[in-house]
């Protein structure tokens, strides 16, 4: 193995990879490549507390522990997690592998305060809540925007982090629940590859490989390659679960002071929907199928291209650029149980839809830091740019029913029917024009004083089936506060303001959030750990959610306001070498402040849709003596929570166990059993239309080299 070339001045390992090609402001990017660099020189050391930027935060090491010091946040900013004024989690690489999670339900499902998998057999998408509310998504900092809906690949990514709470101020438009980023693996400058074979249940057959190394003598331009193919089925009949990804980077470090990043990734997904869930008249088995065999389908294909730029001026000043372009085709159809209160469980109908979207996202983002005699100061100013596309052709119809003892299929939609159910043909343009402001203050090493401002203009547009165009504009502004105290070096508290505004949809009202929270974090110097706990008060005005009419349709409508009140906890540990535990407990009282629904039904005072109020997780592996073995284990509790928002029916609470189990059989080579519920509990954890299970027991079986 290659020693690794020396990484940009100030910045640490990962973050000088999250940066990019301008694709706005190019005269600041001209004036920053034109500037030699500068020679080395023995560096100062920052005082500035590492609440929003720091440039002498420690490196983490993903892909060999458990337990992250340090957030990215994509490429804006670098921030030890100790010192950041907000509730946060990182799911690390690997974590992520050993617990042989593959869809970001998997990746988050010990994550404190997040709800995953409550349309657990509707496999269309991910779903999962924070703190009782949506949440949005995010690539290396930058928004997925139309791409949100994808079933993102978990191997392409050195990390997930979590930002529980309203933060539209660092991110812009965003739900008031929290924030998923997604962190793209990156070229390293060393040797190292890993390749991979799994065999598991529901005949799951899977490969992957992930190399990279430096590309010429003097270490400044290095390559990664990172590829998966999986050809499986899905735990019901008649099913298929296939997906290819395939992604490469390269990166070139002239100096010590620049560094940029071109990652290009391509994924290909083919898969069955399930029939919509199962009839609530009874328990039924997962395997059954009441949909048909030769119409339900899911295809999605996307490309992506991702520019990332830095430039440390070595003078207190930092220039970074992030810009990304992907185009998506999603298109599905699926036969579904369509129960509505008059019936005795086996109407069905057909839904579907055709769409692809384009987007090109970017933003460019300049940091000054000072340090003055007993202050420092770090300010960051930024501009940020989407212009996104899509269009969308949806169908609905009946089909016969069917006998739910004795299935027999009555085949596909004809082309007539899906044509003549066409209800939805529209082409959408979203462009959003935005500029952010955050300023930070460090006093005497231990009060720190976050304060942000952030602008969004958007423009949205949208031409209908009939020819229709309608418009409309928002300008939105959403403010951050946050005092940090610094009780000792191991110890900090915080207290902190922060709002969201949603992102809006033409002729509505946007929905704006606000949360308080008061929160306290330990990281023992002598020990891999950090512990945190946060309380906090989130509230949600012009709430709009789904809800099932009496015919079986599902509306959106607009209910007032909710406010959700809570308490989350995690601690990730490594006590040793060997073992290691990753932990959290959550606890929410959710409730509508106001609202009613079109019938007239007052929801006042009722709970949230899968909002329970317990949550807690616990995951623990250990390593024996020998190093050639060692044993995974971990249990999931979710409490109850109501399917609708009138209340009218709960889920049951339940627990959920996983576990692995590693064998070395030769030199840097691997056998690893995972197990995925293990004990196959079945419980309904949505219910609409039709019941929803949650995920049956899933074995795999994977050999792993790595060199």
Same mark, same amino acid.
């Given at each position: ?14 973050? /000088? ?225 296939? @997906? ?182 529209? /082409? ?57 105290? /610094? ?118 005072? @009722? ?5 329970? @109020? ?53 030199? @840097? ?39």
């Amino acid at each position: 193995m290659t020693a690794s070339k020396p990484r940009l001045k100030t910045l640490d390992s990962r973050l /000088k990879l999250n940066p990019a090609v301008l694709i706005f402001c190019s005269p600041l990017v001209l004036a920053s490549l034109s500037i030699q660099a500068q020679e080395n020189k023995e560096e100062e050391v920052f005082r500035f507390s590492p609440i929003i930027v720091n440039a002498q935060v420690a490196a983490d090491d993903d892909a060999n522990s458990v337990v992250a010091q340090e957030l990215w946040v994509g490429g804006k900013v670098a921030t030890s997690i100790l010192d950041t004024p907000a509730s946060v989690s990182v799911i690390t690489e690997k974590e992520i592998e050993l617990r042989d999670a593959n869809t970001t339900e998997e990746v988050l499902q010990y994550t404190p305060g997040v709800i995953t998998d409550y349309y657990g057999t509707d496999d269309r998408n991910d779903y999962f809540q924070i703190r009782g509310f949506q949440a949005t998504t995010y690539r290396d900092g930058l928004t997925l925007g139309s791409m949100r809906g994808v079933r993102e690949e978990a191997y392409a990514y050195e990390r997930v982090e979590v930002l529980r709470g309203a933060n539209s101020t660092l991110f812009g438009p965003a739900d008031p629940g929290g924030s998923v980023n997604f962190v793209s693996k990156q070229p390293k400058f060393e040797k190292f590859g890993e390749g991979y074979l799994t065999y598991g249940t529901f005949d799951r057959k899977e490969v992957g490989v992930d190399v990279g190394d430096t590309l010429n003598a003097d270490s400044t331009l290095a390559y990664r390659f990172t590829a998966k193919v999986k050809d499986a089925e899905r735990e019901y009949d008649y099913s298929r679960d296939d @997906n290819e990804f395939i992604m490469g980077g390269l990166t070139w470090e002239p100096t010590d002071f620049t560094s940029a990043t071109v990652i290009f990734d391509y994924l290909n997904r083919d898969s069955t929907p399930n029939s919509g869930g199962y009839p609530k008249d009874r328990e039924y088995d997962r395997d059954e199928f009441f949909g048909e065999p030769n119409f339900n389908y899911h295809d999605v294909e996307r490309t992506s291209v991702t520019g990332l730029f830095t430039h440390d001026f070595d003078n207190g000043f930092i220039v970074r650029a992030n810009v990304r372009y992907s185009d998506l085709t999603d298109d599905f159809g699926y036969v579904y149980l369509a129960d509505n209160p008059s019936t005795a469980g086996t109407d069905r109908s057909f839904f579907g839809s055709d769409s692809k979207a384009e987007e090109l996202i970017g933003n460019t983002i300049l940091q000054y830091d000072a340090q003055f005699d007993w202050f420092d100061s770090s300010t960051l100013v930024g501009l940020e740019y989407r212009d996104a596309t899509s269009e969308q052709v949806s169908f609905f119809g009946g089909v016969p029913s069917i006998n739910l003892s004795n299935p027999i299929y009555s085949g596909a939609p004809s082309s007539a029917d899906i044509f003549n159910g066409i209800y939805l043909r529209d /082409k959408q343009d979203y462009t959003t024009k935005s500029i952010f402001l955050q300023q930070n203050f460090s006093f005497n090493d231990r009060f720190i004083i976050t304060g942000g401002i952030r602008n969004d203009v958007l423009d949205l547009s949208s031409t209908d089936i009939t020819g229709a165009r309608s418009s409309d504009k928002f300008s939105e502004t959403s403010v951050r506060g946050a005092l940090t105290y /610094k009780v000792t070096d191991e110890v900090s508290t915080y207290i902190s303001m922060v709002e969201s505004v949603a992102p809006p949809t033409i002729g509505v009202k946007p929905e704006r959030g606000k949360q308080y929270e008061v929160g306290m974090k330990y990281a023992p110097i002598d020990t891999n750990a950090i512990f945190s706990v946060s309380v906090y008060d989130l509230t949600k005005e012009d709430v709009t959610i789904a809800v099932v009419q009496g015919d079986g349709s599902i509306q959106r409508e607009t209910i007032g306001e909710s406010d959700v009140k809570g308490v989350d906890f995690e601690a990730k540990v490594e006590l040793t070498d060997s073992f290691s535990l990753t932990g959290g407990y959550s606890y929410m009282e959710t409730e509508v402040v106001r609202g009613t629904l079109r019938n007239g039904t007052s929801l006042k005072d @009722n709970e949230f849709v899968a909002a329970p @109020n317990h949550m807690a997780s616990l995951w623990g592996h250990y390593t024996f003596p020998s190093k050639d073995m060692s044993f995974g284990l971990g249990a999931r509790y979710t409490g109850s929570y109501f399917f609708d928002a009138s209340n009218t029916a709960k889920s049951e609470a339940a627990v959920l166990f996983d576990s692995s189990f590693s064998y070395r059989v030769y030199k @840097n080579t691997d056998l690893t059993l995972h197990a995925r519920n293990l004990l196959d509990e079945q419980h309904v954890v949505g219910s609409g239309t039709a019941d929803y299970y949650n995920p049956g027991r899933e074995l795999s079986a994977t050999v792993n080299y790595s060199w």
